[in-house]
């Protein structure tokens, strides 16, 4: 299965630090992405490169697990990750591009479906799901930001 991709960005009217630092705080996430159920640290550091996250998220009721380690930081500018476990590899990040009304928030997500687990018909499916779910993050990413 060749890897799947989906770009999105979306005008806030707030600084780059403040949406970088909203952003980068982990206890936002289940409440931004829809289906989250888990997204803790492992050990005690929680920022910066090299941070991990122990992830759990549950599409179509079947709850799919991840290690996930953050291999960028640069404050206020970018924040990314790379899969270091799990049945989904993936690798993302969000960029944060400074405009005369605020910030323009990147989000780039690039992801392998197991091709042994999802036929092509399953994989196009599940791409819509996870599109849907990250446009919508970044709605409530806004909606915070400038409330």
Do not use: C
């Not at 289940?30 to 996250?53: C, M, N, S």
């Amino acid at each position: 299965m060749a890897k799947l991709e989906f770009e999105s960005a979306i005008d806030v009217n707030a600084t780059p630090e403040r949406a970088f630092d909203y952003v980068a705080d982990h206890r936002h996430v289940a409440g931004v992405l829809d289906g989250v159920t888990r997204w803790q640290p492992i050990g005690a550091r929680t920022t910066g490169v090299g941070a991990r996250y122990d992830v759990e998220m549950v599409t179509f009721g079947v709850p799919l697990r991840n290690v996930l380690r953050l291999s960028m930081w640069r404050r206020p500018e970018a924040i990314a990750w790379v899969s270091e476990s799990g049945l989904i590899k993936q690798e993302g990040g969000f960029r944060f591009v400074r405009t005369d009304d605020g910030v323009r928030v990147e989000l780039h997500i690039a992801y392998e479906p197991p091709a042994s687990v999802l036929g092509a018909a399953v994989a196009r499916r599940f791409d819509g799901l996870v599109r849907g779910r990250l446009e919508r993050a970044l709605l409530r990413i806004r909606h915070v930001l400038e409330s």
